[in-house]
């Protein structure tokens, strides 16, 4: 008799799991304020009209390497990933990513536009659906610049009128940009110039005159701390780190918009899920870049939805009620000079410039 | 009883000989030690042992090129790389039914990224010339030289086919060349262009920051040691819970620590100001280079030198010194020639277990290195999670593993194994 109960719970427990794991799925994330946008905008209201429940797992930092390893060990436990876009690059060409038929798989804008033309440029990939444009851009401590705030990028390269320390990211990717931009190159012809040794060499002269002044970061969070610590005056980060810096604490920060480098953020499916979860994930996907709940995760972050029709939708901050619409890195007052990440150029370039700069930063 | 059975084999009870049954029981004994162990046994081969074999044979597996590419491998048997000449039309054709079958397989972009870790433009060249060449006809199309050159004109490069040609060997020493500073070309071993050297140094600089480590938290550990290993039960417990305290507290929140206190706006440079001692324009630069990250990192390694050498100072037999010292012998020798030998395998357990701890660390040198500061295992995580050349990757690790062999090996050689003790 005791045993038959044992079993019959045990089995009930089986059944429960299973239909528990049935309405589950595992988004992974960047964490922090991003994925409490997502919770937000995306998540909540879609357990809200489904029932399924989303685990979230803040791993997106080393999506790629572990969705490789999942991949070869025939396991993959997520459903939805979120990376940026040259990392979504990277999954599609080693087959870890679901290729996305975009008109079909993703919503309409409310005037009927296609998903294709509605997004526009920025589907850079086959496997990737944007969300967000984010902005790498620089910010400065406006009570150590005196009365002469600086309005263009080349400041940064400008130790006469602005002495002390500026934060620059650990990797060539943006700083070849801006050191070849302020060494005299056209805007045009930046991406032809380094292609070339000879253009790498340029831009690593370029920034060897700011060397000794520079604090390397790999943390998106170093540069507001380092701007909030009065380490450096002025530093390059996401935007919306910025913003928050600003707007939520107040720092005596100020944005430097100019040149600042486009990327794109988004959604990317795992290869290999057994044809139910895809089957789920694509209709999670379908929710969560529609026009409206693009438009809604502005009211949490400061980064510009990815779909042209979302863009008058963007209302006010949550919390802070100030108008969100001048804070997005695509504000045309804003995006007077801007880069987009050259996906296809650093795709090809990034392992063997990467080894020059590691070799230039070690010497 | 007979003088035979006297110089026969000596019998057990059962009759048979002894040394047969000897040898039983003692294999049985043996297999069941065997099975008492084999959960434990088991458990290390598949989660330790197996994955470090397999992630060590990708530093030469590199089956991806004749794999996808298996028609034109074979031809490019019979072209002549040192020729200058372009392919004849057969291999385009081989080359144009592979592309096909793997594109079909999503498997040539896989490759492009392979090979653009050779040749840079190779990924984009495979990705871009995989949307038309999809749409070609492997019979019905040919011939395919010119049509593929008119696809991407890199197909009409010859270096562009050496490389694939070079590269084409199922297994290959070019990640540990890679490893190395040098790379594999259709001309043999080269060194890398001056500008891209950097792994020999980091390698260098590994160790050497190691060793300096190592070094200085034998220096500051000793002194501690000694004095929890002397004091009273009641005080050296106290004295414990500090030197623990910082043990149990997350790594990322002590180097963080380190951050605060060290940065040029930090807690030292802040007082050093106030009292003076530093002018405001002249703050000292303590964090973000080498010294910075020889401060974090003993800092956290120290508890692993403090336990052992603790625990074998405990076990040094005080009478041992009082002897000495009532034969005359002064408190320096008393300490040289009778304590510290004694306390030797403390320092050989504890120097072992820092440094090998250290020539891994990765998180902190990232944190507060700078860079100057930053040690191999940085670059090995950048193979792993961003440029996904796990090939190059595991290539270093294999390299890292049989520096900590070899040092291991010179360790036993000088100061030998058995001098090593953990309590």
């Given at each position: 008799?005791?045993?038959?109960?044992?079993?019959?719970?045990?089995?009930?427990?089986?059944?429960?799991?299973?239909?528990?794991?049935?309405?589950?799925?595992?988004?992974?994330?960047?964490?922090?304020?991003?994925?409490?946008?997502?919770?937000?905008?995306?998540?909540?209201?879609?357990?809200?009209?489904?029932?399924?429940?989303?685990?979230?797992?803040?791993?997106?930092?080393?999506?790629?390497?572990?969705?490789?390893?999942?991949?070869?060990?025939?396991?993959?436990?997520?459903?939805?990933?979120?990376?940026?876009?040259?990392?979504?690059?990277?999954?599609?060409?080693?087959?870890?990513?679901?290729?996305?038929?975009?008109?079909?798989?993703?919503?309409?804008?409310?005037?009927?536009?296609?998903?294709?033309?509605?997004?526009?440029?920025?589907?850079?990939?086959?496997?990737?659906?944007?969300?967000?444009?984010?902005?790498?851009?620089?910010?400065?401590?406006?009570?150590?610049?005196?009365?002469?705030?600086?309005?263009?990028?080349?400041?940064?390269?400008?130790?006469?009128?602005?002495?002390?320390?500026?934060?620059?990211?650990?990797?060539?990717?943006?700083?070849?940009?801006?050191?070849?931009?302020?060494?005299?190159?056209?805007?045009?012809?930046?991406?032809?110039?380094?292609?070339?040794?000879?253009?790498?060499?340029?831009?690593?002269?370029?920034?060897?005159?700011?060397?000794?002044?520079?604090?390397?970061?790999?943390?998106?969070?170093?540069?507001?701390?380092?701007?909030?610590?009065?380490?450096?005056?002025?530093?390059?980060?996401?935007?919306?780190?910025?913003?928050?810096?600003?707007?939520?604490?107040?720092?005596?920060?100020?944005?430097?918009?100019?040149?600042?480098?486009?990327?794109?953020?988004?959604?990317?499916?795992?290869?290999?899920?057994?044809?139910?979860?895809?089957?789920?994930?694509?209709?999670?996907?379908?929710?969560?870049?529609?026009?409206?709940?693009?438009?809604?995760?502005?009211?949490?972050?400061?980064?510009?939805?990815?779909?042209?029709?979302?863009?008058?939708?963007?209302?006010?901050?949550?919390?802070?009620?100030?108008?969100?619409?001048?804070?997005?890195?695509?504000?045309?007052?804003?995006?007077?000079?801007?880069?987009?990440?050259?996906?296809?150029?650093?795709?090809?370039?990034?392992?063997?410039?990467?080894?020059?700069?590691?070799?230039?930063?070690?010497? | 009883?007979?003088?035979?059975?006297?110089?026969?084999?000596?019998?057990?009870?059962?009759?048979?000989?002894?040394?047969?049954?000897?040898?039983?029981?003692?294999?049985?004994?043996?297999?069941?030690?065997?099975?008492?162990?084999?959960?434990?046994?088991?458990?290390?081969?598949?989660?330790?042992?197996?994955?470090?074999?397999?992630?060590?044979?990708?530093?030469?597996?590199?089956?991806?090129v004749?794999?996808?590419?298996?028609?034109t491998v074979?031809?490019l048997q019979?072209w002549d790389a040192e020729s200058g000449e372009l392919p004849?039309?057969?291999l385009?054709?081989?080359?144009?039914?592979?592309?096909?079958?793997?594109?079909?397989?999503?498997?040539?972009?896989?490759?492009?990224?392979?090979l653009?870790?050779e040749q840079?433009g190779m990924?984009?060249?495979?990705?871009?010339?995989?949307?038309?060449?999809?749409?070609?006809?492997?019979?019905?199309?040919?011939?395919?030289?010119?049509?593929?050159?008119?696809?991407?004109?890199g197909w009409g490069d010859v270096n562009i086919w050496r490389v694939i040609k070079t590269h084409a060997v199922?297994?290959?020493?070019g990640?540990?060349?890679?490893?190395?500073?040098?790379q594999r070309t259709p001309e043999g071993?080269q060194?890398?262009?001056?500008?891209?050297?950097?792994?020999?140094?980091?390698?260098?600089?590994?160790?050497?920051?190691?060793?300096?480590?190592?070094?200085?938290?034998?220096?500051?550990?000793?002194?501690?040691?000694?004095?929890?290993?002397?004091?009273?039960?009641?005080?050296?417990?106290?004295?414990?819970?500090?030197?623990?305290?910082?043990?149990?507290?997350?790594?990322?929140?002590?180097?963080?620590?380190?951050?605060?206190?060290?940065?040029?706006?930090?807690?030292?440079?802040?007082?050093?100001?106030?009292?003076?001692?530093?002018?405001?324009?002249?703050?000292?630069?303590?964090?973000?280079?080498?010294?910075?990250?020889?401060?974090?990192?003993?800092?956290?390694?120290?508890?692993?030198?403090?336990?052992?050498?603790?625990?074998?100072?405990?076990?040094?037999?005080?009478?041992?010194?009082?002897?000495?010292?009532?034969?005359?012998?002064?408190?320096?020798?008393?300490?040289?020639?009778?304590?510290?030998?004694?306390?030797?395998?403390?320092?050989?357990?504890?120097?072992?277990?820092?440094?090998?701890?250290?020539?891994?660390?990765?998180?902190?040198?990232?944190?507060?290195?700078?860079?100057?500061?930053?040690?191999?295992?940085?670059?090995?995580?950048?193979?792993?999670?961003?440029?996904?050349?796990?090939?190059?990757?595991?290539?270093?690790?294999?390299?890292?593993?049989?520096?900590?062999?070899?040092?291991?090996?010179?360790?036993?050689?000088?100061?030998?194994?058995?001098?090593?003790?953990?309590?």
């Amino acid at each position: 008799m005791k045993i038959t109960k044992t079993t019959l719970m045990a089995s009930a427990i089986v059944a429960v799991a299973g239909a528990a794991s049935a309405e589950e799925m595992t988004i992974v994330s960047w964490g922090g304020a991003y994925s409490k946008s997502q919770l937000k905008a995306y998540h909540e209201p879609y357990s809200e009209k489904t029932g399924v429940t989303i685990l979230n797992d803040d791993s997106s930092a080393e999506a790629v390497a572990k969705l490789r390893a999942m991949n070869e060990a025939g396991n993959v436990t997520w459903d939805v990933v979120d990376v940026v876009a040259a990392d979504a690059i990277r999954l599609c060409d080693e087959g870890l990513a679901l290729e996305i038929d975009f008109d079909t798989q993703l919503a309409p804008a409310p005037d009927g536009t296609s998903a294709s033309d509605d997004f526009g440029d920025l589907l850079v990939s086959d496997c990737f659906i944007p969300q967000i444009v984010y902005s790498t851009t620089f910010g400065y401590r406006t009570d150590l610049v005196g009365d002469n705030p600086p309005t263009e990028i080349c400041a940064v390269f400008d130790l006469e009128n602005y002495p002390g320390k500026r934060s620059l990211e650990k990797r060539p990717i943006n700083n070849m940009e801006w050191a070849l931009l302020c060494d005299g190159v056209a805007k045009d012809d930046v991406y032809d110039v380094l292609a070339t040794p000879e253009g790498q060499d340029q831009a690593l002269a370029k920034l060897d005159t700011i060397k000794d002044s520079v604090v390397w970061w790999s943390a998106g969070a170093d540069t507001p701390q380092l701007l909030a610590d009065g380490e450096v005056i002025m530093g390059s980060t996401y935007n919306g780190r910025l913003f928050s810096v600003i707007e939520e604490q107040k720092q005596p920060v100020a944005m430097l918009w100019d040149a600042q480098v486009f990327d794109l953020d988004g959604w990317i499916i795992p290869a290999g899920l057994s044809e139910e979860r895809q089957q789920r994930a694509l209709d999670y996907i379908m929710f969560a870049t529609d026009t409206q709940r693009l438009a809604d995760q502005a009211k949490y972050i400061s980064y510009g939805p990815a779909r042209a029709s979302s863009a008058p939708l963007v209302g006010q901050h949550a919390d802070l009620g100030i108008d969100m619409a001048p804070h997005m890195p695509t504000d045309p007052e804003n995006a007077k000079n801007t880069f987009l990440y050259n996906y296809e150029f650093w795709a090809d370039y990034r392992d063997d410039i990467d080894a020059k700069f590691q070799a230039w930063l070690a010497k | 009883m007979t003088d035979a059975t006297q110089s026969g084999p000596m019998l057990a009870a059962d009759g048979t000989p002894l040394k047969k049954s000897l040898a039983r029981s003692l294999r049985r004994r043996k297999l069941r030690a065997l099975a008492l162990i084999a959960p434990l046994l088991l458990f290390v081969l598949l989660s330790f042992v197996i994955p470090i074999v397999s992630m060590l044979f990708r530093s030469v597996e590199n089956g991806i090129v004749s794999q996808t590419l298996p028609l034109t491998v074979v031809e490019l048997q019979n072209w002549d790389a040192e020729s200058g000449e372009l392919p004849d039309e057969a291999l385009y054709a081989a080359f144009a039914k592979d592309m096909v079958a793997a594109i079909d397989a999503k498997e040539h972009t896989k490759l492009g990224s392979r090979l653009n870790y050779e040749q840079t433009g190779m990924s984009s060249m495979f990705r871009q010339s995989g949307r038309k060449i999809k749409r070609l006809d492997p019979e019905a199309d040919a011939p395919f030289k010119e049509k593929l050159i008119e696809i991407h004109d890199g197909w009409g490069d010859v270096n562009i086919w050496r490389v694939i040609k070079t590269h084409a060997v199922p297994i290959t020493n070019g990640y540990f060349l890679n490893a190395v500073d040098m790379q594999r070309t259709p001309e043999g071993a080269q060194a890398q262009p001056e500008d891209k050297r950097i792994l020999i140094k980091l390698f260098g600089r590994t160790l050497f920051m190691s060793l300096i480590i190592t070094g200085s938290c034998i220096l500051l550990a000793y002194p501690i040691s000694y004095l929890l290993a002397n004091l009273p039960m009641r005080v050296s417990n106290m004295l414990m819970i500090l030197v623990l305290l910082p043990f149990w507290t997350s790594l990322l929140v002590r180097t963080s620590a380190w951050k605060v206190m060290l940065q040029q706006q930090g807690v030292i440079n802040e007082t050093l100001v106030w009292l003076g001692f530093v002018a405001d324009d002249a703050r000292l630069v303590i964090i973000n280079n080498q010294f910075g990250t020889i401060i974090a990192m003993t800092h956290i390694l120290l508890p692993f030198m403090i336990l052992p050498m603790y625990s074998v100072m405990q076990t040094i037999p005080p009478t041992y010194t009082r002897a000495a010292k009532s034969m005359g012998a002064t408190n320096w020798t008393t300490f040289w020639r009778i304590y510290f030998p004694q306390s030797i395998p403390g320092i050989g357990a504890g120097s072992i277990l820092v440094f090998i701890l250290a020539i891994g660390y990765y998180i902190t040198p990232e944190i507060v290195g700078g860079t100057k500061g930053v040690f191999i295992s940085n670059r090995i995580a950048y193979h792993i999670s961003s440029s996904l050349n796990w090939g190059l990757a595991a290539a270093l690790g294999t390299i890292l593993l049989a520096v900590v062999l070899l040092l291991y090996w010179c360790y036993d050689k000088i100061v030998g194994i058995d001098n090593v003790k953990l309590g």
